[in-house]
Nanobody, 124 residues
């Protein structure tokens, strides 16, 4: 199983980025997908998740209204559209896959597979 995250970069505060995570080696439609992030010196934290059914999205309060998670099962890819970025969004972003996870699964231990991470840096 491989999860390949992409789309990170340097952006000014208020700007937007779209992250993608391409999955291979698994039955993508059977996996709920999540995005997590980890800033230097901090623990990995939940950002957003989407159920394997395609419905049932869930967000951390810190990104609600600014970030949107979506998936394209035909492309085995999950996306994270990030708008109105803030300096506190700076972190390494990881995608994760969990088989038939419930809506709102937000603990890292619930997920089976992880991508390598992509750096997002927001300059103020």
């Amino acid at each position: 199983v491989q999860l390949q995250a992409s789309g990170g970069g340097l952006v000014q505060a208020g700007g937007s980025l779209r992250l993608g995570c391409a999955a291979s080696g698994l039955t993508f439609s059977a996996y709920s997908m999540g995005w997590f992030r980890q800033a230097p010196g901090k623990e990995r934290e939940f950002v957003a998740s989407i159920m394997w059914t395609g419905s049932g999205t869930y967000y951390a309060d810190s990104v609600k209204g600014r970030f949107t998670i979506s998936r394209d099962n035909a492309k085995n890819t999950v996306y994270l559209q990030m708008n109105s970025l803030k300096s506190e969004d700076t972190a390494v972003y990881y995608c994760a896959a969990g088989r038939f996870l419930r809506s709102g699964a937000r603990h890292p231990s619930e997920y089976n597979y992880w991508g390598q991470g992509t750096q997002v840096t927001v300059s103020s």
